[in-house]
């Protein structure tokens, strides 16, 4: 089992910056993949960024490329996004998820097991 708690949703005006964090708890075995996904209303769960905590590897989706930036701090055991240059389009709740070994697609968000209760994040125009 692992537990994840999101912190650092808010609300930010179009090209403000914002930091998310996901602290995991529990086992190592099961967090091999740390993902950041979103959902706006009416929207399926989309992957955004993703990182391999074993070597560092990172995905992006295309829409976030350049403005944010997945990151570790394996003392902590935390995973950070930082959301900069942000759109009213990635107005949305953010979740982070924990997959193991077996993930093959990292932002695909059916591949991971445990998630994060979610944080909101809202960017107005």
């Known amino acids: 089992q692992v537990q994840l708690v999101e912190s650092g949703g808010g609300s930010v005006q179009a090209g403000g910056s914002l930091r998310l964090s996901c602290a995991a708890s529990?086992?190592?075995?099961?967090?091999?993949?740390m993902g950041w996904f979103r959902q706006a209303p009416g929207k399926e769960r989309e992957g955004v960024a993703a990182?391999?905590?074993?070597?560092?590897?990172?995905y992006y989706a295309d829409s976030v490329k350049g403005r944010f930036t997945i990151s570790q701090d394996n003392a902590k055991n935390t995973v950070y996004l930082q959301m900069n240059s942000l759109k009213p389009e990635d107005t949305a709740m953010y979740y982070c998820?924990?997959?193991?070994?077996?993930?093959?697609?990292?932002?695909?968000?059916?591949?991971?097991?445990?998630w994060g209760q979610g944080t909101q994040v809202t960017v107005s125009s």
């Open positions: 529990g086992s190592t075995y099961g967090s091999y993949w």
């Open positions: 998820a924990a997959g193991g070994s077996w993930i093959r697609s990292p932002i695909r968000p059916h591949e991971y097991t445990y």
């Open positions: 990182i391999y905590t074993r070597g560092g590897t990172t």
